[in-house]
C-alpha cells in the first residue's frame, strides 16, 4: 500500500523552529519528485518546497532562505526545516510524491503547524 506520513508538527511561538518528516511505504529513489505543500484555513492548497531525485530544491518565495527541503533516498525519507517561523506560515502541511515535476501522484494525511505567541 502506497503510504506517505507526515510527522514534526505542532505549536511553536513567531521565530521558532520546526522539522516535519515524511516517511514513505516505498522506495522514493526513483520518485522524480518529492514535495511539501501547505493548506492554511479558507486558502488553497499551495506548494511550499519541491525536492527533485538528484537533490536540487525549489521553493515558495515566502519560505525561501527560512525553510530547507531535503530527502533521503536510502531512507525514503523527506524532510522540511523550518526556521524563523510566521504566523502566516500556520497551515496543515502535506507531504506529496510526483513521477513529474508538476504533478502529484500521492498526498500524505497533513501535519499541523501553528505558529502563535
Known amino acids: 500500500q502506497v503510504q506517505l506520513m507526515e510527522s514534526g508538527g505542532g505549536l511553536v511561538q513567531p521565530g521558532g523552529s520546526l522539522r516535519l518528516s515524511c516517511a514513505a511505504s516505498f522506495s522514493i529513489a526513483g520518485i522524480s519528485v518529492m514535495g511539501w505543500y501547505r493548506q492554511a484555513p479558507g486558502k488553497e492548497r499551495e506548494f511550499v518546497a519541491r525536492i527533485t531525485r538528484s537533490g536540487s530544491v525549489d521553493y515558495l518565495p515566502a519560505v525561501k532562505g527560512r525553510f530547507t527541503g531535503s530527502r533521503d533516498n536510502a531512507k525514503n525519507m523527506v524532510y522540511l526545516d523550518m526556521n524563523n517561523l510566521k504566523p502566516e506560515d500556520t497551515a496543515v502541511y502535506y507531504c506529496?510524491?510526483?513521477?513529474?515535476?508538476?504533478?502529484?501522484?500521492?498526498w500524505g494525511q497533513g501535519t499541523q503547524v501553528t505558529v502563535s505567541s
Open positions: 506529496s510524491a510526483g513521477k513529474s515535476y508538476y504533478e502529484v501522484d500521492y
